[in-house]
């Protein structure tokens, strides 16, 4: 049988504060555990929460980029439930009232309904150790969290696990853009729960929806929905019938087992917490935020293909890393060639920060490249050395042009001496001359250019020298 896949993602994303959500303990990855704790944070009886104003103003700051309404009053719910990293048995969530709701994502040609974007505690992390002990982490505990959720149940909804991930990677760009959250996968800034659900195709009633919580890494996701869309059609398909349950990936085995039959949100005894007030937002607030909100990436793709003329793969490049797009506009600030600029970050500065989990830091001065690139453009280096310069002075304090200068790699030798070395190269190899004459292929010639580079080692532009020969040969 066919069916249609539903998909619906709850992604929890770590705001970033200085401080936490509810106290005034540091909001900080890293630190020695429970070293960032407070009687607040971690649930000690009477302490007070107090709501940390930033996090408010980065949630909206969130709903703001992806077209969301912004609730004018929101309030605070207490969610009961015991877990040993939940030390107060309730966490601070919201529930009626949240702060965003009713946004949008674009992804491809679909335009994603959100639900809800609401602000909350995140709880502390159990730390399983190799002897069978489990330690608790409470730094985590308190600090703010954001979980959007998607519209499943509308038209249109991710059908794929493709669409799982663009939806991911898309939400993941504007987060670190919008400046609300690094979005580190590695170190759990950003988690998604997925809930998966099939339909005889074209059928206008829902399946029954199984839900994952807590995958972590895009790669995971996207098998945990394979996996499931998988489990789902062979019981179906054998007239078997979906229940309505958590269950959890284990990413080792490549498969999931159940957790729990699923709760409702009347298991956790939602009610407002009296120790927190509404939340009431002005719209001058809102307004005010408003103007704040720096350039997001739909706009900068927009720029760089209209403003610069860069292809829209070139410009998905550029964009995929805040910091590389970052490098490329204060680049082309000082020399106006987006370009030729953005073809050495796309192709040397990329291949070289690249890494497993994403991309790490560029390790080259904006003045050391610029002075590379000008130099190519100007042939006063060629590409070849320009590249050599590049790794010699990645990582390092050293400054291009007396790397270039040192190596003797600037091109100083004058046009006349460069013609009379072509001349003497055309002239010591007749065979390819006639070879040339004879089937009118330009690569044939590639030949001599490399033998003129030789003589000049390397100091001139291969295009000139190119030129040349092509001059001489008519
Ligand atoms: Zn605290």
New binding site residues.
């Given amino acids: 049988m066919q069916y249609d896949v539903v998909i619906g993602l709850e992604v929890h994303a770590e705001l970033k504060t200085n401080t ?1 959500c ?4 540091k909001n900080q990855a890293g630190s020695e555990p429970n070293t ?7 649930g000690l009886p009477g302490a007070l929460p107090i709501l940390n104003k930033f996090a408010v103003e980065q949630t909206i700051r969130a709903g703001l980029a992806l077209g969301f309404d912004i609730n004018r009053t929101a309030i605070f719910e207490r969610k009961n439930y015991f877990y040993p990293d939940l030390a107060k048995a309730y966490q601070i969530s919201q529930l009626v009232k949240p702060i965003c709701v009713h946004g949008s994502l674009r992804v491809g040609d679909k335009v994603i309904p959100i639900h809800r974007i609401h602000l909350e505690e995140d709880a502390g992390k159990l730390v399983h150790g190799a002897d069978g002990n489990t330690l608790i982490d409470y730094n985590r ?2 600090v703010p969290l954001i979980e959007l959720v998607t519209e499943a149940l509308q038209e249109p909804h991710i059908e794929s696990a493709e669409e799982a991930i663009a939806f991911l990677e898309k939400l993941r760009q504007i987060y670190i853009y919008a400046g609300v959250s690094d979005c580190l996968i590695e170190k759990g800034q950003m988690r998604a729960d997925v809930n998966v659900s099939l339909k005889p195709k074209g059928s206008s009633t829902y399946g029954t929806k199984v839900e994952m919580k807590n995958i972590m890494g895009f790669k995971s996701v996207y098998r945990a929905i394979k996996y499931e869309i998988e489990r789902q059609r062979d019981i179906l398909d054998d007239g078997g019938v979906i229940e309505q349950e958590t269950r959890k990936w284990d990413d080792d085995k490549g498969e999931n087992f159940t957790l729990r039959t699923k709760e409702n949100s009347q298991d956790y005894r939602y009610f407002p917490d009296p120790d927190l007030l509404a939340v009431e937002i002005s719209d001058a607030e809102v307004e005010r935020i408003k103007k704040s909100m720096p350039i997001l990436p739909d706009e900068l793709k927009a720029r760089y293909m209209n403003e610069f003329g860069l292809s829209e793969y070139d410009a998905d490049v550029l964009l995929q890393f805040k910091h590389v797009s970052d490098f490329f506009n204060e680049c082309v600030a000082e020399y106006n060639q987006p370009k030729n600029v953005c073809n050495w970050l796309t192709t040397e500065i990329m291949a070289r920060i690249k890494t497993e989990t994403g991309a790490g830091p560029i390790l080259i001065s904006k003045q050391n490249l610029l002075w590379l690139i000008k130099n190519v453009d100007d042939k006063k280096i060629n590409r070849l050395n320009a590249k050599e310069v590049l790794s010699k002075v990645w990582g390092t304090n050293l400054n291009s042009e007396a790397v270039a200068k040192q190596n003797n790699w600037i091109i100083d030798i004058d046009n006349g001496a460069l013609d009379g070395i072509v001349k003497k190269v055309v002239d010591s190899n007749p065979n390819v001359v006639a070879q040339f004459k004879a089937e009118a292929d330009p690569k044939i010639l590639n030949y001599l250019v490399g033998q003129v580079m030789k003589e000049v080692r390397g100091k001139a532009s291969a295009a000139d020298v190119m030129a040349k020969i092509k001059e001489l040969l008519g």
């Avoid at 509810?22 to 303990?25: M, N, P, Y």
Wanted: aromatic share 8%.
């Fill in positions: 936490k509810f106290c005034a303990c960032n704790c407070c009687p607040v944070c971690v505990g308190g």
